[in-house]
């Protein structure tokens, strides 16, 4: 956009913004901190839960808490879609199950698919489903992000990096 459009604009009482976010990438899991690799291989494990028939899209979550405990889940499909469950979803919910509400520090997310050739971020119900989590322990929740068979990682310091503008709960005055 040109100089004379950006003014018109600004006349009309239209200002344009921007979000931008950061985030890290690693060439292998040999190159992060060694509790980081451990959280992936934690939902490589998970993977072996999986059932998805149908997209063949394996997905496997680790979730870390601040104290050091992790939970894991896997992708539900059904026949009958949209009522399977993401492995977001499971792992988040089974961590409540088990321990309440603690901090979570980092959720592990790894894809298994032939054709996925880098890694794979969650989808919008789960992003908002994390970042209401997020709103409620008031820290950031980092996510990283890799493939079963190896290859790049990346890592993102809070979920509301890729939900910039979520709904929540403060709008219903909660």
Do not use: W
Request: negative net charge; aromatic residues 10%.
């Amino acid at each position: 956009m040109n100089n004379k459009a950006l003014l018109v604009l600004y006349l009309h009482g239209m200002e344009l913004r921007e979000v931008k976010f950061t985030y890290k990438t690693y060439p292998d899991r040999q190159s992060m901190i060694e509790s980081d690799a451990l959280l992936l291989a934690d939902a490589d494990s998970a993977l072996q839960a999986a059932y998805a028939p149908y997209s063949r899209f394996k997905v496997g979550v680790a979730i870390r808490t601040f104290e050091g405990k992790v939970t894991t889940g896997s992708n539900q499909e059904n026949g009958s879609f949209p009522i399977g469950q993401c492995a977001e979803r499971v792992a988040l919910y089974r961590l409540m199950h088990e321990y309440g509400r603690p901090g979570i520090e980092a959720i592990a997310i790894v894809v298994d698919h032939d054709s996925q050739k880098t890694p794979a971020s969650p989808c919008g119900a789960c992003r908002q489903i994390i970042m209401e989590y997020r709103s409620f322990q008031e820290q950031p929740i980092r996510l990283l992000l890799g493939l079963k068979n190896g290859g790049e990682i990346y890592e993102f310091s809070d979920i509301s990096d890729l939900l910039p503008f979520a709904f929540e709960g403060a709008f219903l005055g909660f």
